[in-house]
């Protein structure tokens, strides 16, 4: 038994050190990628305030530390600054420039302006009331994130025909993995063991693994579901205007409502059909509504409009039907002789990854390509 005992602890020495070295290489490795754009600043910040954050906890080696009430307070309240500064990464990530704003760093601040409060009156219910803030913060963060992230995709999916690497699902994945294991550390492990020193160790490492893997290979989109513009290819009313001749400003004075839906239908769906049927826009792989709605002579309160209430359907589904049935007719025509792989299959329909080509295919056809390919041949 004493053996088990000294092993987990030698473990749990061996976690923690191997954790503080993790986090100084995500540091080194944000450090240079920083500049990119905001969300990987307030990475970096993070993965700084975590590395900071495991190395204070260094001062309880010194066995006279552990029961000072000062020092634990601290601890404490650093450790809470830290996860409401971990909690703005995830709302940048949903939220782009949202962090710019100055009140979104009110919290962790106040929260570290309870140290000297408390180092002065010492009295325990100023840590509890900092809790009670720091906590009542990340829920309504939390709850104001996956919202966010609902809107955003479905803003993919009503102005983009993919979403590989700009979907926001890895935020939320990341999200509620860091929540579950901050709220089971603070309430399960409220007596700190060995054991538990090097679960929270490990999944540390495993959550910020998978959050550092998805932020280096996601592709930010700043525009709103709010606004009628995408990005990178935004463009004005007054551009569009200038480039046809129908005046935007009569269009949309135009109630969208269904009475007038004939009228909208008659404006996009010869247009519409042609682009897709004849001139096959959706074999690009990066087209977004902006560009149909530009291709076609419209705008994209119209087509989204045209889309949805005429058609039932998301500017997503809509274009990636007409790859799947492009690839339908590859995989038809294939023979054995100059059989292609999914991968070209794939890129000669339109879509930009493989994983996408396989999800909107099955969803189509309710099968793989490769399911199709062999019932084709028999």
């Excluded at 009430?69 to 601290?74: E, F, K, P, Y």
């Excluded at 913060?137 to 919202?147: Q, W």
């Excluded at 025509?333 to 991968?343: F, I, V």
Aim: with cysteine.
């Amino acid at each position: 038994m004493h053996d088990n005992i000294s092993f987990i602890e030698a473990l749990a020495h061996q976690m923690r050190g191997a954790t503080i070295m993790f986090f100084l290489i995500l540091c080194v490795l944000t450090f240079g990628k920083r500049k990119q754009n905001r969300m990987m600043r307030v990475l970096f910040i993070s993965f700084v305030c975590m590395a900071v954050g495991l190395l204070k906890d260094s001062i309880f080696l010194f066995g006279s530390m552990a029961d000072n009430s000062l020092v634990n307070a601290v601890v404490e309240l650093l450790d809470l600054s830290v996860m409401l500064v971990v909690v703005n990464f995830f709302l940048e990530a949903v939220k782009p420039e949202s962090t710019g704003k100055p009140f979104v760093w009110i919290s962790p601040v106040l929260v570290l302006a309870f140290i000297p409060v408390y180092s002065i009156i010492g009295k325990a219910w100023i840590v509890t009331t900092a809790y009670i803030l720091a906590y009542s913060v990340t829920v309504a963060k939390f709850i104001f994130i996956i919202n966010s992230a609902l809107r955003h995709r479905q803003f993919l999916g009503e102005h983009y025909s993919y979403s590989d690497n700009s979907d926001v699902r890895w935020v939320v994945v990341s999200c509620i993995a860091y929540s579950i294991m901050v709220f089971a550390y603070s309430v399960f492990f409220k007596e700190t063991t060995w054991l538990s020193e090097v679960l929270y160790c490990t999944s540390t490492i495993v959550v910020c693994s998978y959050m550092i893997l998805s932020a280096l290979g996601h592709k930010i989109i700043i525009c709103t579901a709010e606004e009628d513009t995408t990005a990178p290819e935004c463009s004005s009313e007054a551009s569009l205007t200038e480039s046809f001749g129908d005046s935007m400003e009569d269009r949309s004075a135009v109630d969208p409502s269904p009475n007038n839906l004939q009228y909208i239908t008659s404006l996009i769906e010869p247009k519409l059909k042609q682009s897709m049927e004849t001139d096959k826009l959706y074999l690009n792989p990066q087209l977004s509504l902006n560009l149909v709605a530009t291709e076609i002579g419209s705008n994209t309160k119209y087509l989204s409009i045209y889309l949805n209430r005429r058609l039932g359907c998301t500017f997503n589904n809509y274009i990636n039907r007409f790859r799947v049935e492009e690839a339908c007719s590859i995989l038809r025509n294939m023979t054995d002789a100059e059989r292609l792989n999914m991968t070209q299959v794939a890129q000669m329909s339109g879509f930009n990854s493989v994983s996408s080509f396989n999800r909107y295919f099955r969803s189509v056809k309710g099968g793989t390509p490769k399911d199709y390919y062999k019932n084709c041949k028999q």
